[in-house]
């Protein structure tokens, strides 16, 4: 029983690997069949993918000739047969229109302006850097005049006393100053839908209003101390700029003022730092001249600029001996109820102040010219 088993082991063995072997066969032979019809089946398919782009590349040639050769005559033509329905229903005061296909521009394919983005702050004119007010202390008065004594004189003089003499007699001669305060003012007028329509106009009148009012109190009082302090007498002949100040500060000291201020305008201030040590020997201002993070100082003085000092003049002096008198300070107002504005829609917006400008000492400043010879 045994052997018939292991003979039948066998014999089933052998009958499997016939039964692969002949499976592989089959397998490989339909493979072969099924790959050699597939790249036939290609070629075929590639055959007409090359007909029909000889067919396309001979189309595209002789409708690229046909337009070619295509009078002005046949294209008007064209259009007349494509649009024939609306050409036939033009009339006196309805038109129609065509044209060419082409690249879109601005120019040629819109109709009105283009999207905008506005900004809602304007570039404004700058304010001065240095205003007189800010040089100079201020007195808030109620009225429209202040007045301050000057001592003006005195006769006599401090003196040793001589034993069993009388003493030195001295008298002191005083003079009352008056310094009127006047209104410093200008207005504008805009209408109502103007302020509607430009939001911005809220924030821009006030500033523009202070810019300018400042920049005029500035004139005012340039014109006061120009001519109320003392005139220098400063030449520039054989000197340069910095000599002529250095000098001027030396002569209030020498009168015991204490200096603290030189005003001059950009261009001199700047004119100033291209001093040369000497005639083609370079620059270097001199050691009791220094500049740092944008402030000169002249023994340590400091040097302003401002544009309301006229071309080549110069202010030295102690400015605690000028004061800027107000009456009414600044001010801007609005108002829609001036004259006819309010037939009108108009908003009148005014800037104004009552100041005056007051020298006590006029001999704690002078006043130089860097063109005197």
Known sequence: ????????????????????????????????????????????????????DVLVQDSVDL???S????????IIKDIVNENFE????????????????????????????QIRIYGDEVAVVPSPKLNVADLVGTINIDGGTYTFPRESGSEGAIA???????????DYDITMVD??????????????????????LESFLPEALR???????????????????????????????????????????QLNFAPNGVVIRPSDFFDILKTEKSTGAGYGLPPYVSYENGQMRINGIPVYRATWVASNKYLVGDWSNVKRIVTEGLSVDFSDSDEDNFRKNN???????????????????????????
């Open 63 to 65: 409708n690229t000739k």
């Open 1 to 52: 029983m045994e052997k018939i088993v292991e003979e039948i082991k066998a014999l089933k063995s052998e009958v499997d690997s016939k039964i692969e072997a002949k499976a592989s066969e089959v397998a490989d032979a339909k493979l072969k069949e099924a790959t050699e019809n597939f790249e036939t089946k290609l070629n075929e398919v590639q055959a007409h993918i090359d007909q029909v």
């Open 67 to 74: 337009n070619e050769q295509k009078s002005f005559n046949v």
């Open 179 to 200: 310094v009127n305060t006047d209104f410093i003012a200008g207005f504008a007028v805009y209408s109502k839908k103007m302020a509607n329509n430009l939001p911005f």
């Open 86 to 113: 609306q050409i036939s229903k033009v009339r006196k005061g309805r038109a129609f229109s065509t044209k060419a296909v082409g690249n879109m521009t601005l120019g040629n394919n819109l109709t009105g302006d």
């Open 160 to 170: 040793t006393q001589t034993e069993g003499n009388d003493k030195s007699q001295i």
């Open 211 to 253: 810019r300018d009012y400042v920049k005029q109190e500035n004139s005012t009082f340039y014109t006061t101390l120009a001519s109320g302090v003392t005139a220098s007498t400063e030449t520039i002949t054989s000197k340069n700029k910095i000599e002529m100040l250095i000098n001027d500060i030396a002569g209030l000291e």
């Open 347 to 373: 908003i009148t917006a005014r800037v104004e102040a009552q100041v005056g400008l007051a020298i006590e000492r006029t001999d704690a400043l002078r006043l130089g010219d860097f063109t005197n010879t």
